[in-house]
């Protein structure tokens, strides 16, 4: 991370023009401020970016997920056309490790038709890459691009980097948090002057007792939205994986991440992933809202045992050299384990579906859980 930013000249400016900023406004540029954003300019992911995903860490999860993603087409009566389509697929990893996984059953993968939805232009290089080969493919800006049809659709830390609101409460009532410049000259967090009027009644009832200084966030529901009735009208299931809570309360979680440590989100704007966590107890709201059904959200770590991830590292690890197979312990542990570090417990998955699907894989305990495909695992 270099110290000089220009985002943050062109942010002092629009603020000196138009006053404080909305943090939501903030964090939009940070990310996708067409020259300067973080997300149009670089590849982030790896040890020698800012943050690994669990795709980064093991084939395992997306080889699972490829998995997943068979038992849901047959779950839906095996169509000769499924569109799996990816909301910001990083590296283009997880659906590499997919569809090598779909192989195994060719009825599957020649109905395949796969979307990547991706606004970087340096990742999208790198999914050609990582992708070539692959037919049926195409990317798109936004998924209100992806051709209509049954769909199962992965979200894999996507719905953390899109914009939040947040709002602070007064004595006053609640005010939208800004963005402003301190005496020093430097970023710093404000309030607007005036309360959000007649806000109080949407909040969530446990926010509504929050004492004065709380801060409130929210995303918008359009992205949910548009994945719920999808699902609702043409058919199939959406998996969201992401860091977040299960019950949508008071909390500032708007933070920045570089070079695989916490920074500080005012600092040096675009050049560090900013980033919040995933209210998941919101994305069940608005996708029930819309007559979607939705499954979860579980642990990462218990879906990912469901799913057989355990056999899946035995599997690897019998044919692996000692130095490796310590290599797929660790990632194992990451993936499914707590604790500082660990993925399992603070990232939880969820599922949105057409309504009749009643049960989909991972989400429940049962004997043996693992995705029914019809095939061996690769
Ligand atoms: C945190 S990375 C996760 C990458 C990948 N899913 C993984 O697990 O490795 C976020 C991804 O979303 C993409 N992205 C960010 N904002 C986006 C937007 N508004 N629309 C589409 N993709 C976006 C990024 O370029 C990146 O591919």
Not at 130 to 157: K, Y
Request: net charge negative; glycine share 10%; with cysteine.
């Amino acid at each position: 991370m270099t110290e000089y930013s220009p985002l943050q000249s062109e942010i002092k400016k629009l603020i000196k023009s138009s006053g404080p900023m909305p943090v939501w406004r903030y964090m939009e540029l940070c990310l996708t401020h067409p020259k300067h954003g973080y997300y149009v300019s670089r590849d982030p992911l790896g040890r020698e970016g800012d943050f690994t995903t669990a795709p980064e860490v093991s084939q395992m999860f997306g080889e699972l997920l490829g998995l997943w993603a068979a038992s849901v087409w047959k779950a839906i009566g095996s169509p000769p056309l499924l569109r799996l389509i990816e909301l910001g697929p990083g590296r283009g990893t997880m659906m590499a490790d997919a569809l090598r996984a779909l192989r195994v059953l060719p009825p599957l993968y020649q109905s395949l038709s796969i979307h990547l939805v991706e606004i970087n232009p340096v990742l999208r290089d790198k999914q050609k890459s990582t992708l070539s080969g692959v037919r049926n493919i195409a990317w798109h800006e936004s998924i209100d691009e992806v051709p209509e049809g049954p769909a199962v659709i992965f979200a894999n830390e996507y719905f953390d980097v899109l914009p939040i609101h947040q709002v602070v409460k007064r004595e006053t009532g609640w005010h939208e948090r800004t963005v402003e410049i301190d005496d020093a000259g430097k970023l710093g967090f404000g309030a607007a002057a005036e309360p959000m009027p007649r806000f109080e009644v949407l909040l969530p009832p446990l926010v509504r007792a929050a004492p004065v200084g709380a801060v409130f966030e929210w995303r918008p529901d359009a992205e949910i939205m548009k994945i719920a009735t999808r699902m609702r009208d043409q058919g199939g299931a959406a998996l969201i994986i992401d860091y977040g809570h299960l019950r949508s309360d008071a909390g500032d979680t708007f933070q920045a991440i570089a070079r695989h440590s916490f920074t500080d989100p005012l600092k040096n704007p675009g050049q560090a992933d900013v980033t919040a966590h995933v209210d998941f107890q919101a994305l069940v709201r608005a996708a029930e809202d819309l007559g979607a059904r939705v499954h979860g959200p579980v642990p990462q770590g218990d879906f990912l045992k469901r799913l057989g991830i355990e056999t899946r590292a035995v599997t690897l690890m019998a044919k692996a050299s000692h130095e490796v197979s310590e290599d797929i312990s660790g990632a194992l542990k990451r993936l499914v384990g707590g604790g500082r570090g660990g993925m399992g417990s603070m990232f939880k998955v969820l599922a949105v579906s057409e309504p009749h699907l009643t049960d989909l894989a991972g989400f429940k305990d049962e004997p043996d859980a693992r995705p029914d495909t019809g095939a061996a695992q690769p």
